[in-house]
């Protein structure tokens, strides 16, 4: 394997979007699963999938880092926002 970082290696994947990302993730997924490809290719394909899946979580933090929650004073009435914790509701 070489040292270099994966986002390096696959410039292109910065360019997708999510969705276009996790499909082409888990296509990989269902190749190294079903075991239908050469050594050589299994390295290469399950290093890509690892990039896919850093470019994936990286943007799954940027939305979750935009989410607020809407927060309301005594009366009712909205008062302002703040972010969104997934653990509480």
């Not at 040292?3 to 990989?28: C, V």
């Not at 699963?33 to 994936?56: F, T, W």
């Amino acid at each position: 394997m070489q040292g270099s970082k994966p986002a390096a290696r696959f410039a292109d994947i910065a360019e997708l979007s999510f969705e276009r990302a996790l499909k082409e993730l888990e296509a990989i997924v269902g190749r190294l699963e079903r075991g239908d490809v050469e050594l050589e290719e299994s390295i290469a394909i399950y290093e890509r999938g690892d990039a896919l899946k850093v470019h994936c979580d990286r943007l799954l933090k940027q939305a979750e880092a935009k989410v607020e929650r809407l927060t309301f004073g005594p009366d009712g009435a909205p008062k302002g926002t703040e972010p969104f914790d997934p653990e509480r509701q």
